[in-house]
Nanobody, 114 residues
Framework: VQLQASGGGLVQAGGSLRLSCAAS????????MGWYRQAPGNQREFVAT???????NYADSVKGRFAISRDNAKNTMYLQMDSLKPEDTAVYYC?????????WGQGTLVTVSS
């Protein structure tokens, strides 16, 4: 399956963005979905993950501000990002798989200005 992330852009601090990750095929078979990010000069880090039937997991830095979700009918997963901060600036990547990140999308850049 191929994943296409979109929805990134430039936003002021305190603003919101919704990232989308569209799959080339059905994602019903994948019980795992995740969002990760990589800021300039940093390693890729976990942002949010969810396994079907379980509560989502969020990095402490985004807890209460970000929400991960999926729409199987549209073969798409989402990351709603509210109350954005400059430190959220990064390239965001989506992933799906069986209990882990088996397939990755290309990144979408999010820039938060202060």
């Amino acid at each position: 399956v191929q994943l296409q992330a979109s929805g990134g852009g430039l936003v002021q601090a305190g603003g919101s963005l919704r990232l989308s990750c569209a799959a080339s095929g059905s994602i019903v078979r994948f019980n795992y979905m995740g969002w990760y990010r990589q800021a300039p000069g940093n390693q890729r880090e976990f942002v949010a993950t969810k396994i079907s039937g379980r509560n989502p997991n969020y990095a402490d830095s985004v807890k209460g501000r970000f929400a991960i979700s999926r729409d199987n009918a549209k073969n798409t997963m989402y990351l709603q990002m509210d109350s954005l901060k400059p430190e959220d600036t990064a390239v965001y990547y989506c992933a799906v798989g069986s209990y882990r990140s088996d397939y990755w999308g290309q990144g979408t850049l999010v820039t938060v200005s202060s």
